[in-house]
């Protein structure tokens, strides 16, 4: 296997040559997640892409305090604030909540309205 092992939640689709997160020498990335088919609002997408983070995240081993940094791609800006109230019941508790950045993008895959990517350290790493 190497220095990366790829991470995947069994009956996930991908749509595409990518891995749905990959981890190596005590780092995770997850791709992008989507979520178009959770409906038509940013809020009901947002969680469902979120949720998607959750299932990655436990299958490499980590849960979200174990998040250091957040991508969060929105294809109109002015949902922000909807996407961030749902990010922040999300984060809740964490002793110390990711790093993020979020931005509008000209146009996200299969019409999604968010896109979360995550970054995160192995807590098992050794």
Same mark, same amino acid.
């Given at each position: 296997?190497?220095?990366?092992?790829?991470?995947?939640?069994?009956?996930?689709?991908?749509?595409?040559?990518?891995?749905?997160?990959?981890?190596?020498?005590?780092?995770?990335?997850?791709?992008?997640?989507?979520? =178009?088919? @959770?409906?038509?609002?940013? +809020?009901?997408?947002?969680?469902?892409?979120? $949720? /998607? !983070?959750?299932?990655?995240?436990? *299958?490499?081993?980590?849960?979200?305090?174990?998040?250091?940094?957040?991508?969060?791609?929105?294809?109109?800006?002015?949902?922000?604030?909807?996407?961030?109230?749902?990010?922040?019941?999300?984060?809740?508790?964490?002793?110390? =909540?990711? @790093?993020?950045?979020?931005? +509008?993008?000209?146009?996200?895959?299969?019409? $999604? /309205? !968010?896109?979360?990517?995550?970054? *995160?350290?192995?807590?098992?790493?050794?």
């Amino acid at each position: 296997m190497g220095h990366k092992e790829r991470i995947e939640v069994p009956g996930s689709e991908v749509f595409g040559p990518y891995s749905p997160g990959v981890k190596s020498h005590g780092i995770v990335w997850l791709a992008g997640q989507i979520a =178009p088919e @959770a409906g038509d609002d940013i +809020a009901s997408q947002t969680e469902a892409s979120l $949720a /998607k !983070v959750d299932d990655l995240l436990a *299958a490499a081993g980590c849960t979200k305090e174990d998040i250091v940094f957040v991508q969060v791609l929105l294809d109109d800006i002015d949902d922000f604030q909807a996407m961030n109230e749902v990010y922040a019941d999300w984060i809740g508790e964490s002793e110390i =909540p990711p @790093a993020r950045a979020a931005f +509008a993008a000209a146009a996200l895959p299969a019409g $999604a /309205k !968010v896109e979360v990517v995550v970054q *995160a350290i192995d807590p098992n790493h050794e």
